[in-house]
């Protein structure tokens, strides 16, 4: 699936020209948001594996089986 | 308007790091539950070394050292929530305070995820119960097509821990899940638990282990919301499920839990045709708002109505509009990102996925999520010469290189970190930047008060009982109380508090005999 074109396609509106009046400040904002998600993501998976070792990450917190 | 009792048990993944070691997972557990009964106003678990808490939740060690925090018994799904959030802020402070106090050579982190991708095939559970008062017995068939088909909005998000590849699915607890209908919660789990420990008088527990730990509060709303007045209806004799049986609810959840569209039709019987889970979804919807303000229905059950619609509303129209609200459409939107900024096209996942699968099985390898020999698997020396040659001929028909699979293979481990991290407790999880990003919107106005709801119980029933009960004798150590779902006792004094009503309001106290027999 070809989700981030989806998802650009999406937020982005393409196909959509029967916006009404108005409906071009909500698109805007939705657009602004939906890169401002996949920004803050990339921000914040950088930060959250700064300096980690994903394999030594793993077998720190290696868990038993509840229920 | 019908009253109806919740509460939710959340199993944390606990880990520290020692240098570059692993710490004893003993040790960490061990100075974390010492320092909640030390720090915390509580009262000593009769059944574990565990306690109570003066907001009535439960704070203890279950099978598989896994720290789990108990809500009280709430009364609708905004308090489940909240208490929900205050166990995920004690378990922090705990944390914190380890870190400052007792351990400071230990990194310790607290995790909302509930599958190990490290290979030990391990998973631990986010259970919800449900009071309800019908027979056990009938509940099965009018709930296992919601169970099923909620995963679309309650689903955790993440990678199938069994596969060798680096396949997204809905729901990673699904993988787990071997039975319909199991009495077992450490192993051969089912949709639908049939276990009955109902805690209390009068009624029974509905204990369902399928769920997930989320972090959309929308998403939690929702699941704890509709699961209650399915149950309602269920309880009313409207046989809710009776129009949407699924012919093979394991491979329907399985389905489910793989169908990023949403769109996948599901097989179904009496009579023999197919729905999506959305469809399944919309029917037990449009049944609850017929009847949403009949006197079986909570006072709630509104809200809960429009909030499902939203839901549903919100993942039919695609991923644009459900990334900021639900725990796996954000992890698909982080995810999908992270592949095309690491070089892996993340829609050829899909065939990746199925030919290492089908290199595994020509190989007799077993599919328990580990690493998959691919070197082996294309050397000269190959075990399986024949499927190799075939796919060397189909990636060159198709323009693709090994190597494209080699790069994803060497990054598998990385998208699980990044999946276990995406809800960790505290400012480094992931989830929890998203939030203070303000990117999200997953949010639901009625959930706040958090801080209070860590010291205070909800303001009904008997949570409300043992929570005033359990601040006010916290400090009487001499008295040896201990605590447990329905009953708050001292053989020392001789006096026991009866909370085996649920919707009690009023303290009832009665002599018990005095002995030296502390525990129950």
């Known amino acids: 699936m070809r989700f981030l074109q989806r998802f650009n396609e999406q937020l982005h509106g393409q196909g959509s020209g029967d916006d009404g009046p108005g409906s071009s400040d909500l698109l805007q904002q939705a657009r602004s948001q939906g890169d401002s998600l996949l920004a803050a993501g990339d921000q914040a998976i950088q930060r959250a594996l700064a300096g980690s070792n994903s394999e030594a990450f793993l077998r720190a917190g290696r868990q038993q089986g509840g229920q | ?520």
């Open chain 2, 1 to 520: 308007m019908a009253d109806r009792l919740l509460g939710v048990e959340t199993e944390y993944a606990i880990s520290g790091t020692l240098g570059r070691e692993a710490a004893d997972h003993r040790v960490i557990v061990r100075h974390l539950l010492d320092l909640a009964h030390t720090t915390l106003r509580n009262l000593q678990d009769a059944s574990s070394s565990g306690l109570f808490m003066e907001n009535a939740a439960r704070l203890y060690l279950d099978c598989g050292m896994h720290v789990e925090c108990s809500t009280p018994e709430c009364a609708n799904p905004w308090d489940a929530v909240r208490y929900v959030e205050a166990g995920h802020r004690i378990m922090l402070n705990l944390i914190d305070k380890m870190t400052g106090e007792r351990t400071p050579e230990i990194q310790t982190a607290c995790y909302r995820v509930n599958v190990d991708y490290s290979g030990t095939g391990a998973t631990w559970g986010c259970h919800e119960s449900y009071q309800h008062g019908m027979q056990p017995a009938a509940l099965p068939a009018e709930l296992i097509s919601f169970l099923v088909s909620r995963t679309i909005f309650a689903g955790a998000g993440g990678f199938d821990p069994f596969s060798m590849g680096l396949k997204f699915t809905l729901s990673p607890r699904a993988a787990h899940i071997e039975r319909t209908i199991s009495s077992d919660s450490t192993s051969e789990r089912g949709i639908f638990h049939a276990k009955n420990e109902p805690l209390c008088a009068g009624y029974n527990r509905l204990h369902v282990l399928c769920g997930e730990s989320l972090c959309s509060q929308l998403a939690m709303f929702v699941k704890f919301g509709a699961t209650c007045l399915v149950v309602a209806m269920a309880e009313a004799g409207l046989a809710p499920g009776r129009a949407v049986q699924l012919d093979s609810p394991l491979a329907a959840l399985r389905a489910v839990a793989a169908d990023l569209n949403l769109k996948m039709p599901l097989k179904m019987k009496d009579p023999p045709r197919r729905k999506t889970a959305i469809e399944i979804q919309r029917h037990y919807l449009a049944m609850a708002e017929a009847h949403s303000r009949a006197s079986f229905m909570p006072l709630w059950a509104p809200e809960v109505c429009r909030q499902w619609r939203r839901a549903l509303d919100l993942l039919e129209a695609g991923p644009g509009a459900a990334a900021k609200s639900f725990d796996w459409q954000m992890k698909l939107a982080l995810f999908s990102s992270h592949a095309a900024r690491r070089g892996i096209e993340w829609s050829r996942l899909g065939f990746w996925n199925a030919v290492i699968d089908h290199m595994r099985k020509e190989m007799a390898l077993p599919a328990d999520g580990g690493a998959f020999p691919l070197e082996l698997a294309i050397s000269p020396q190959t075990p399986i010469p024949f499927v190799v040659s075939r796919l060397d001929a189909l990636l060159r028909k198709k323009g693709l290189e090994w190597d494209e699979l080699r790069r994803i293979l060497a990054l598998r481990a990385e998208f699980f970190e990044i999946d276990t991290r995406f809800g960790e407790l505290g400012p480094r999880g992931i989830f929890s930047m998203l939030d203070q990003a303000g990117v999200l919107d997953h949010r639901v106005s009625g959930i706040d008060n958090i801080e209070h709801a860590m010291r205070h119980p909800p303001n009904r029933g008997r949570a409300k009982v043992r929570g005033a009960v359990v601040k006010r004798l916290a400090g009487d150590l001499e008295g040896r109380w201990y605590c447990c779902w329905d009953r708050i006792f001292s053989r020392r004094h001789g006096r026991a508090l009866d909370l085996s009503d649920p919707f009690m309001e009023v303290e009832s106290w009665h002599d018990v005999p005095v002995g030296e027999n502390e525990g129950l």
